[in-house]
């Protein structure tokens, strides 16, 4: 199963890796040669097709939990000023995807849609400590009785040039649905109340829908 915004890139891999193999059976008489264009083209299809993957997982609804957003792995778990929506201290858990993760985002949690913004901006590596400042993002906040309000931003890294964003401004959103999609290496930053217990360390990996980054007893 492929998420809907590969369509484009899906289409055009698989015309180009024809065409390519076509052209080279017609073109190139040297068998090696030909074998070895023809692979690189078809690798060039798997790598796209393995980016933009989007596998099925049943998520178990919990007012109590916020779940992972994305596939990757825990890299900030800090007390930070979060200066945009709340401007004041949340604690920060951020999820590092490299471009062999699935980059599907999807909603922590179950509410009321508060906030949704774009940011135009750099393309620094997503692990750079401005990057949540200064890099192409998006910001969103959703709201429901048990957590209050919770914040997490889309942010692109070096390779990224594309944060898609399904999150309006009154929606009611479902925990685990899609939220959108970031094309080619990234970060999700999540800011949360201060004195929420944090159910994850640094290092760990983390699967979008299924780890539990923070319970609410």
């Excluded at 049943?58 to 779940?67: G, P, S």
Aim: glycine share 6%; net charge positive; proline share 3%.
């Amino acid at each position: 199963m492929f998420h809907k915004e590969g369509t484009q890139s899906i289409l055009l891999g698989t015309i180009f890796t024809a065409v390519v193999c076509l052209a080279s059976d017609y073109f190139i008489q040297t068998d090696w040669i030909k074998m070895t264009i023809e692979i690189a083209a078809l690798l060039l299809l798997i790598i796209i097709l393995q980016f933009f993957r989007n596998p099925k997982r049943t998520v178990e609804i919990n007012e109590n939990h916020i779940i992972a957003p994305v596939d990757g792995k825990v890299v900030v778990i800090e007390e930070v000023f979060e200066a945009e929506y709340f401007k004041d201290k949340r604690i920060q858990v951020s999820i590092f995807m490299s471009p062999i993760n699935v980059h599907v985002t999807r909603y922590a949690l179950s509410g009321i849609v508060k906030f949704s913004k774009y940011h135009p901006g750099k393309f620094l590596v997503a692990w750079h400590p401005k990057a949540s400042e200064e890099n192409e993002r998006t910001t969103v906040v959703v709201e429901n009785k048990t957590f209050g309000a919770i914040l997490y931003r889309q942010i692109a890294g070096a390779l990224a040039r594309r944060i898609v964003n399904y999150a309006q401004e009154g929606m009611q959103v479902v925990q685990g649905t899609d939220a959108g999609f970031i094309k080619f290496g990234s970060r999700v930053d999540i800011f949360l109340p201060i004195g929420t217990p944090i159910n994850v360390v640094l290092d760990q990996k983390a699967i979008g829908g299924k780890t539990i980054i923070a319970i609410k007893s």
